[in-house]
């Protein structure tokens, strides 16, 4: 969602007139967007600001500016560790940036300026800037109503918005005209995704049906919203890839139930048998948080067990951060830090031997790969992505946007490897 934001700013701001630079020295506005998730993100994101402050006592007519949650959380502490800020702008303020980035720029603003943001915006009508010509991110709903009790996000990015299906198509329609051949489709929650009678799946329908798009991906599915039409949808596949980022966070029901997730773990596991059952190619991944507050041993055990159960093809692995004003905050943090490191090596290196399991099971299997780009590391091969999600090197020179059937024959690292079949 922030690499969407920030092509929605760049958008927004090419549209006004205003150009890029590649370097930091050579620009007369630099905005950095942050992250909320967690406590780590927000530290980088200061230091960052503070290194910035630096050029800005040397170029004092720069303009700096803070985007995104933390904009809208911790404004004061912006202020007080990094002075030199000029604007501050969260994540539903961005339609404002252009002018007063001008007022900025031409000093009609003597200090610092807080942007206020627009509850229900949806930024429909804004062209993003997209970068890589393969995959285009698209939000179709914004905010989030669900209030994990770990979770700062419903706090700075509001309540559930869904945007107009036919602006949704509009914009996936210009950007196959573009050339981007894959899109995904962006949402806290997109299972939620509600327009009048119009749900999630019913918008696939929609998608699917844009002439020119070959692939669709979709994140983030929230377990308990996961519905039987979705899995529906899967099977007909079609350009809806087989993919499905679905969190779990804990195996533990006690914890799951303290993290207010609305699921038990074996709704969750009955869930995934579901969709292995009716996409038996379907590639899952997840995410996982340890050291959750009263989180014991045992429950932790639940979690590495579950993970054994459900086999991930990958995970993105945390360890809780408490996040001022969630429920969790005022729960006491008892999980000593070196704990929480300890779990989350163990949870890293479990996940590690599924995903590498779930590569090499791809061995010897027929599988179709969207170029990207030349290798970086071999000017001799491509490098593209199954529909899976999985990064594939092939030798050969393609065009980009290409489909290419091929065989897996290895695996290489984090990639799989394979020659070319049969050309689509
Ligand atoms: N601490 C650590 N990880 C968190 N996440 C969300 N909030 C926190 C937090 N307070 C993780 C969850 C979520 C992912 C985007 O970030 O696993 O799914
Ligand atoms: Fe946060 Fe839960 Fe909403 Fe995901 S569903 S954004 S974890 S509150």
């Known amino acids: 969602m922030n690499v ?56 004092p007519h720069l303009v700096l500016g803070v985007l995104g949650c933390m904009a809208e959380r911790m404004q004061e502490t912006i202020l007080k560790t990094a002075p030199d800020v000029d604007l501050i702008a969260g994540p539903d303020s961005y339609r404002q940036l252009p002018e007063i980035i001008r007022k900025h720029l031409n000093g009609s603003f003597g200090k610092f300026s807080i942007v206020p943001g627009d509850a229900g915006e949806d930024f429909t009508d804004i062209m993003p800037s997209r970068g890589n010509g393969i995959n285009a991110y698209m939000a179709i709903m914004r905010g989030c109503n669900n209030y994990c009790s770990y979770c700062i996000v419903p706090h700075v990015r509001g309540r559930e ?23 995904t489709l962006l949402g806290q929650n997109v299972n939620s995704y509600k327009w009048s009678d119009l749900g999630f799946h019913e918008l696939l329908d929609r998608v699917s049906r844009v002439s020119g798009l070959k692939r669709i991906r979709f994140l983030t599915s929230h377990p308990r919203d996961l519905s039987e039409e979705l899995i529906e949808r899967m099977v007909m596949g079609g350009n809806i ?34 969709l292995r059952e009716a996409v038996p190619d379907i590639a899952i991944t997840t995410d996982l948080l340890c050291g959750f507050p009263g989180e014991t041993e045992n429950d932790f055990q639940q979690t ?37 490191v300890e779990r989350l090596e163990r949870m890293i290196a479990l996940c590690r031997k599924y995903s590498d399991n779930s590569r090499k099971e791809m061995i010897g299997r027929e599988v179709e790969v969207l170029m990207e780009s ?49 050309t689509v």
């Open 4 to 59: 969407y934001d920030g092509e929605l700013v760049t958008g927004l701001l090419l549209s006004d007139g205003f150009g890029i630079t590649q370097e930091a020295e050579d620009a007369d506005v630099i905005l950095i967007n942050t992250c909320s998730v967690r406590d780590h993100a927000e530290q980088r994101a200061l230091g960052r600001l503070r290194s910035l402050g630096a050029l800005k006592r040397k170029q």
């Open 161 to 183: 918005r869904s945007r107009h299906p036919d602006d949704i198509i509009i914009e996936i329609e210009r950007s196959v005209e573009e050339g981007f051949p894959e899109v």
């Open 241 to 274: 890839c087989p993919s499905l980022h679905l969190p779990v966070q804990a195996g533990s029901d006690r914890i799951l139930k303290l993290m207010k997730r609305r699921y038990t773990r074996s709704e969750y596991v009955s869930k995934i048998h579901k």
């Open 304 to 340: 590495l067990d579950l993970i054994g159960e459900v086999r991930f093809d990958d995970a993105f692995t945390f360890k809780y951060s408490p996040r001022p004003g969630t429920a969790a905050a005022a729960m006491e943090d008892d999980v000593p830090e070196a704990e929480k």
């Open 374 to 422: 030349v290798s970086p590391k071999n000017a001799s091969e491509w490098t593209g992505r199954t529909g899976c999600g999985r990064v594939t090197l092939v030798p050969g020179a393609y065009k980009q946007g290409q489909l290419v059937r091929l065989k897996v024959e290895k695996v290489l690292g984090f990639s799989l490897w394979g020659n070319p079949v049969l």
